[in-house]
C-alpha cells in the first residue's frame, strides 16, 4: 500500500530501502537480524546518511555464518546470557535484555479477565539441541 501511495513500483529490502530513506532515521532496529544483516546494513548506511546507528536482535538459533554477519551492526541485543557470551566471544557488542513486563499489568488483567485459568501456558520454542533445551 505504502508503494502505491508513494508512485513506487518495488519489493522486498528495495522498497524497504525507500520507506527508510522517506522517514530519514537516525538509528535502525532490525529484529529479523537473520534476512538483514551484513552487506545489507552497511548498504542502507550508504544510502541513508541519516542512519547513526543500527542495532541487531537475535534471540534463536545461529549460523557461524549469521554471527559473522551480525559483525556489521553497532550492537547485537539478545534475550539468552548463552548466546550474549557466544556473541562477546565472536566480538560483537552485546546487550542481554531479559524478556519482562510490568506486573502492576496483571492487576488489570485480572479484573477484565473472564477467560478459564490454565494450569499452565506455553508461548516459545523448544530447540532439542546440547546447547539449548535438553530433554
Not at 76 to 101: N, Q, V, W
Request: contains cysteine; charged residues 25%.
Amino acid at each position: 500500500m505504502w508503494a502505491m501511495e508513494n508512485s513506487f513500483q518495488l519489493e522486498g529490502k528495495e522498497l524497504l530501502i525507500e520507506q527508510i530513506k522517506k522517514i530519514e532515521p537516525d538509528v535502525i532496529f532490525l529484529q529479523d537480524s537473520s534476512n538483514f544483516n551484513g552487506e545489507w546494513i552497511d548498504y542502507i548506511k550508504s544510502k541513508i546518511p541519516s542512519i547513526k546507528m543500527t542495532i541487531g536482535w537475535c534471540c534463536y538459533p545461529f549460523t557461524k555464518t549469521q554471527l559473522r554477519l551480525y559483525k556489521n551492526f553497532d550492537f547485537m541485543i539478545t534475550c539468552s546470557p548463552i548466546f550474549a557470551e557466544k556473541f562477546r566471544d565472536a566480538g560483537l557488542k552485546t546487550y542481554c535484555l531479559m524478556h519482562a513486563f510490568e506486573k502492576t499489568i496483571l492487576d488489570k488483567l485480572n479484573k477484565v479477565n473472564n477467560e478459564q485459568q490454565l494450569d499452565l501456558l506455553f508461548n516459545g520454542s523448544l530447540i532439542a539441541s546440547e546447547e539449548f533445551h535438553n530433554f
